[in-house]
């Protein structure tokens, strides 16, 4: 390693240090033990243009372990992102840009909100499936307009969550070969050395998912790190593995290698200790010498003419394929799916009793026409969920055009993996029974933490799933998801209002959205209407102009609703009856039309 390399490297370990040693919070353990990693991905490796965070074709990198979010962070700001030194001051405050664990369209640069552990493993998934969907779709030859990497880091922690295996099980069997998994093995855990509760082979399991395992023994080399990233490329019909041997906390003497390391400040003693051992020029905090930065300008620098390459290329595609651009411009346009307002062809339907999940299936293969970029599947319950776009392929190994996706019966890995799609610029559906909603739950909290419109599709609802019994009737799980920020429930009552919350759903911009669909057929209801999308409206009206009461009603109750009208017309008590699809929808409207 350059002296210089070793500067730019320590440099990263400084930052951290500092960063997190002022906010007397945070984990140095990571950024420490992977700073080589961190830089040789990203100076030697990664192709990226900080001056358009939004490239097509840019690589992308997830940081699963969130809480190590100062890598990344320092990374930014080296990098020369925007991220500023006084931002690396403000690490872990309110309303800075630099969180305690990174933040998707808050922060220039972050790919992913990471945190829960894994999660950045199965969205890391999703993208890889993106860019294969789109190469496969757009390409030409000699046009390679997608052709981008997946990284994605993570450690011991990452690697015990089942989301990891579920994720990337599905990805050793769909051959993801642009997925480069990067697993920071340090033996420690917060509760000492991972021997305590987790001893089994990674690299074994691995190879038995159908990944190429590489292994790095020295993850403070930042050759060998990059001669095993050049190997995992180099396999173009697996995803590969590489196991990076770190050491915790690494150059701090009286923390390396311990559980002391991970999840608190060094202490100044121990900051100051680090920077003699690194032969730090300089014990002021934050202190980069100009080389370094330079160093730094000159990797970026070094990656213009294989963005300028691109971009001539892709000028080049353009002109000699216009259709092809056009059909790009549509696959990423959100006034697409905005047209569906006045689609009469759209909101048609056959007025008959009817489940709304078959309701929902219809519109699916009414939508897969008009949506180019629409793609999802189930967790193994198509059949039952009515989510299969009729007519379309499979995503798979031999087939990447599909639209369709077998999910497999991994419901944390799927909402995972429907968001990295999302992020990747598909809209992406997924799909189970809502009763096991409670195993992507998770998921759908950090889509709606990352603002991004991912839509559940959740069908059997409520006890009309009699006959299966409690374990699959979902009673709670209404409640569950609406009480969650930023989350819309759309329980639709019959095929108009089933249309509507489509419509909401596919033309929501940073909002996902849960779709909860019957198995028993539902009755078309006499005056239901496009007001659905205002989340809430008069379905029946009272006799006089101030009822005696109101019902309010959802889905499968709307009916009831409807019928206890009747019954209490008939005892002189007249009565609204207001169908309510979607409550949070509705809060937002206007006091006058509430």
Known sequence: MKDIDTMSVNAIRVLSADAIQKAKSGHPGLPLGCAAVGYELWGKIMNFNPEDVDWLNRDRFILSGGHGSMLLYSLLHLFGFGLTKEDLMQFRQL?????????????????????????????????AIAEEHFAAKFNKPGYPVFDHYTYVLGG?????????????????????????????????????????????????????????????????????????????????????????????????????????????????????????????????????????????????????????????????????????????????????????????????????????????????????????????GSADLSPSTKTEMKGEPYFSKDNRLGRNMHFGIRELAMGAIGNGMMLSGLRAYVSTFFVFSDYLKPMARLAAIMKIPTIFVLTHDSIGVGEDGPTHEPIEQLAMFRAMPNFNVWRPADATETLASWYAAVTSKETPNAMVFTRQNLPQ???????????????????????????????????????????????????RVVSMPCMDVFDAQSDEYK
């Open 95 to 127: 309303d800075s840009l630099t969180p305690g664990h990174p933040e998707y369209k808050h922060t220039r640069g972050v790919e992913a909100t990471t945190g829960p552990l894994g999660a950045g493993m199965g969205m890391a998934v999703g993208m």
């Open 156 to 376: 011991d922690g990452c690697m015990m969550e089942g989301i990891s295996s579920e994720a990337f099980s599905l990805a050793g069997t769909l051959g993801l070969s642009k997925l480069i998994v990067l697993y920071d093995s340090n033996k420690i855990s917060i509760e000492g050395s991972t021997d305590i509760a987790f001893t089994e082979n990674v690299q074994k399991r691995f190879e038995a998912f159908g990944f190429q395992t590489l292994m790095v023994e020295n993850g403070n080399d930042p050759e060998e790190i990059g001669n095993a990233i050049k190997a995992a490329q180099a396999d173009k019909v697996r995803p590969s593995l590489i196991t990076i041997k770190t050491k915790i906390g690494w150059g701090c003497p009286a923390k390396e290698g311990t559980a002391k390391a991970h999840g608190e400040p060094l202490g100044d003693e121990n900051v100051a200790a680090l920077k003699e051992n690194l032969e730090w020029p300089s014990k002021e905090p934050f202190f980069v010498p100009d080389e370094v930065y330079d160093n730094y300008k000159k990797l970026v620098s070094d990656k213009k003419p294989a963005y300028d390459e691109w971009q001539k290329m892709f000028a080049e595609y353009c002109e000699k394929f216009p259709e092809m651009k056009e059909a790009l411009d549509k696959e990423f346009d959100p006034s697409v799916a905005e047209a569906l307002i006045d689609d009469e062809d759209y909101w048609k339907f056959e007025d008959k009793p009817q489940a709304t999940r078959n309701l929902s299936g219809d519109v699916i293969n009414k939508l897969k026409d008009r949506i180019p970029s629409l793609m999802g």
């Open 525 to 575: 209801l006499k005056g239901s209407s496009k007001e659905a999308l205002k989340g809430g409206y008069v379905l029946v009206d009272s006799d006089k102009e101030t009822p005696d009461a109101i019902v309010i009603a959802s889905g499968s109750e709307v009916q009831l609703g409807v019928e206890a009208k009747e019954a209490l017309k008939a005892e002189g008590i007249d009565v």
